[in-house]
């Protein structure tokens, strides 16, 4: 399956709004690349549609997962209790570190395997429940 996806440079830690259409091994060599580092930004779509984006933003074992809907729709995975929701973490969002509740975060493999998931399938129904912002 194809997909198109940005994200942050392994090289610099900056993120690159080019797009890569690829196939879905090529987007996983790059998540592995930002986990080795300890923190990344990935979006990704489907080829052919400008929406749904998922979004998945990561520092070390915490993730936070985005789902933009359409331009003026954006949702955030509701946490799945890795982190008490009276805690923050902070994550990279573009190129900025962004701070957000427990209630919002993911343990980092769950968060890769839903964006997996929807690389393949395009199903964000089934990631689980979304809060819309």
């Known amino acids: 399956m194809s997909v198109v996806w940005v994200g942050t440079l392994p090289e610099s830690g900056l993120f690159s709004a080019v797009e890569t259409d690829s196939g879905a091994e090529d987007l996983s060599g790059r998540f592995n690349d930002l986990r080795?580092?300890?923190q990344g930004y990935i979006e990704v779509r489907l080829p052919n549609?400008?929406?749904p984006v998922l979004t998945l933003a990561f520092r070390d074992d915490h993730a936070v997962v985005h789902l933009m809907s359409d331009p003026e729709r954006?949702?955030?995975l509701v946490g799945d209790g890795t982190v008490p929701s009276g805690d923050e973490i902070e994550v990279p969002i573009m190129d900025d570190l962004v701070?957000?509740?427990?209630?919002?975060v993911l343990d980092?493999?769950?968060a890769w395997n839903l964006v997996h998931y929807f690389s393949h399938t395009q199903a964000v129904t089934a990631l689980g429940e979304w809060c819309e912002l």
């Open 36 to 38: 080795s580092r300890g």
């Open 108 to 110: 980092i493999d769950r």
């Open 49 to 51: 549609r400008e929406f």
């Open 99 to 104: 701070t957000f509740t427990g209630d919002f």
């Open 74 to 76: 954006t949702s955030l």
